[in-house]
């Protein structure tokens, strides 16, 4: 992220839609991934994400997740990116052994709704991807191949593209975070656990670019309950298998809540300096419930509909389908899940 940014020019940043461009062309997902996953922090996922609510997530979550992942999961228009070579070894059949290369490029895009405001957030949210708090996950797609001897004409007509799977929920099922916007709170059943219902506090008042600069210099605010949070949800897994796990819970739940007393303390000194209350900002709220669910029922309502993730169904009721028809008893480590309110108090 930092050899991204570093590389803008100041005449690319004047123009959002040519910093979304270049950022779907040169940030190195995998790079990255590799990276994450020798860390023991991991990533959370944004199920209900799409462009309209990324700020909205971004100022709510950066005090009980570790580094949040977000993606429009491949809904909104295709934005070529450029072409991409490949190349095809064919062996002689004639049994010499030689093999002859037959070199092709292909267009490769990136899928969005909004490329301008794509670049936008990407400028706004700049020290928070810096510092490693949130990142975007580029949906790409290939499409038709072109010969060699077409590179020197204008690229062809595009063809229709070719159906693509959303990277991004592949995450949900290796780290088990996700965080949900959602109107409905998820009810307790065979595959939901509720954990606890609690406010989150914000900085609130600020423009994002504002609010990523203040979180950023803040950041040790927010670190030590970070840590903790990640431990609670480690000794979570253990209650909720306890013999008497409603019990055991609630002790983890008390104390989450006491921690957090703590945190909302800091972060509100933080809102109410003297710069900051100049500025606008006040500490703000959001109603958030933390569920447990099972890998199975979130997987298989995730892979039910391509839509599900960009909130179309929703994911609450889904899941809840998805147990109905599946009355087999259910397995395997739990998934969490923040739902946050879309609404905040101040």
Known sequence: MNAFYDSLSGQERTSAQDVAIKYGREVDSLRLLRAKNTSAAPYYVGLSSEMGSFTHVTKRVVLVTDTMLLSEHGTGAVHQLGFWP???????????????????????????????????????????????????FPIKITGASVRDSDLDREPPNPDPLPSFSDQSIDFVV??????????????????????LEIDLPFI???????FAQVTSEEFDSYTQYRDFMRSRLLDLDDALEAVDSQVALERIALTIRDELRA????????????????????????????????????????????????????????????????PKRAHGKWHYVWVLQKKAAR
Not at 90 to 98: C, F, H, L, M
Not at 100 to 121: A, F, P
Not at 204 to 210: K, T, Y
């Open 86 to 136: 490949t190349e095809t070894r064919i062996v002689d059949p004639s049994g010499t052994g030689a093999e002859y290369g037959t070199g092709r490029i292909s267009r490769y895009g990136m899928v969005t709704k909004d490329i301008g405001e794509l670049g936008q957030w990407l400028l706004n949210a700049e020290p928070l991807l810096r510092s490693g708090l949130v990142w975007y």
């Open 174 to 195: 290796e780290h088990g975070r996700a965080v949900d916007l959602s109107r409905a709170k998820p009810l307790a059943s065979r595959v939901v656990r509720p954990i």
């Open 204 to 210: 609130d008042g600020l423009s994002l670019s504002d």
């Open 263 to 326: 945190a909302t303390a800091e972060i509100n000194k933080a809102a109410r300096s003297r710069a900051l209350i100049r500025s606008g900002a006040v500490l703000g709220s959001t109603s958030a419930v933390l569920a447990a669910v099972r890998p199975e029922a979130l997987q298989g309502a995730l892979a039910t509909s391509a839509t599900i993730a960009a909130g179309a169904t929703g994911l609450w009721p889904t899941i809840q389908a998805f147990a109905d028809i599946k």
